[in-house]
């Protein structure tokens, strides 16, 4: 057997391997996952810690939209307190502006919506390749060293599960991550109004959009809550199959 047809057969091989469907899993680990996915959410210890993830998700909904709106992304910086910032240069104000602003919030409940479409159709290597493939091409636009090693961390772990865990901890692992996006998905929304009505947060999505738009900052905080509660009943669904 020549280089090209061994080189022909891998290919063909890792493209059954992803995209592939897998067998449906145990309805005991879809809940079981759920259930710790709410636990990590609502403990303020690990939320600490976890929300990382939801950052990494929210900064680069803002970088993609940038880019996909013809803006130019500068980078981001991810810190270690889960704040994070992302810098792109163009108008100032328009619909690249105002979409580029209203997908940081979004993003991470939109993610796990999509991933909870990928999961009910037994996608779950496709998955877990394409949330590394996001993740490397985060990788190139992050401008701090904690952002990168928090992104490099992420990515690994991703590349570790779908590369060498077998089927059982693969969908383990890809339902506790689409369980998190969707819940955790929905705090920041009520953390980011609960910081607004003791601060004020001048400088927080929702008001950049309200100077944007004109419209309430209010309102825009209003959007966030749908989209997020929305997309955890939507993906919900398509999880517990209902």
């Known amino acids: 057997m020549d280089s090209i047809t061994l080189a022909s057969a891998s290919l063909t091989t890792l493209w059954d391997r992803v995209f592939s469907a ?13 259930v710790a996915a709410l636990a990590v959410v609502i403990t303020q210890g690990t939320w600490r810690i976890a929300r990382n993830a939801i950052t990494i998700a929210h900064e680069g909904g803002h970088g993609l939209i940038a880019l ?15 704040s994070g910032l992302t810098v792109s240069r163009g108008r100032p104000t328009g619909i690249g502006m105002i979409l580029t602003a209203a997908s940081g919030y979004t993003a991470p409940p939109l993610l796990g919506l999509g991933g909870a479409w990928l999961l009910a159709a037994n996608h779950i290597t496709l998955l877990l390749w394409l949330a590394t493939a996001l993740l490397i091409v985060l990788l190139v636009m992050i401008r701090n060293v904690y952002g990168a090693l928090t992104v490099v961390l992420t990515g690994g772990t991703f590349l570790l599960v779908s590369w060498l865990a077998d089927a059982e901890v693969q969908a383990g692992f890809a339902y506790a991550v689409v369980w998190f996006l969707l819940i955790g998905g929905v705090r920041p929304a009520f953390e980011l109004q609960a910081k607004r009505s003791h601060s004020g947060a001048s400088d927080s999505d929702a008001d ?8 309430p900052a209010t309102l825009w905080l209003f959007f966030f809550h749908v989209v997020s509660v929305c997309s955890l009943i939507g993906g919900g669904r398509w999880l517990l199959g209902w």
């Open 22 to 34: 897998q067998p449906d899993p145990e309805p005991w680990l879809v809940y079981i996952t759920g």
């Open 68 to 82: 996909v709106t013809g803006r130019t992304l500068e980078g981001i910086r991810l810190h270690s307190d889960t």
């Open 208 to 215: 950049q959009l309200a100077r944007l738009t004109r419209v």
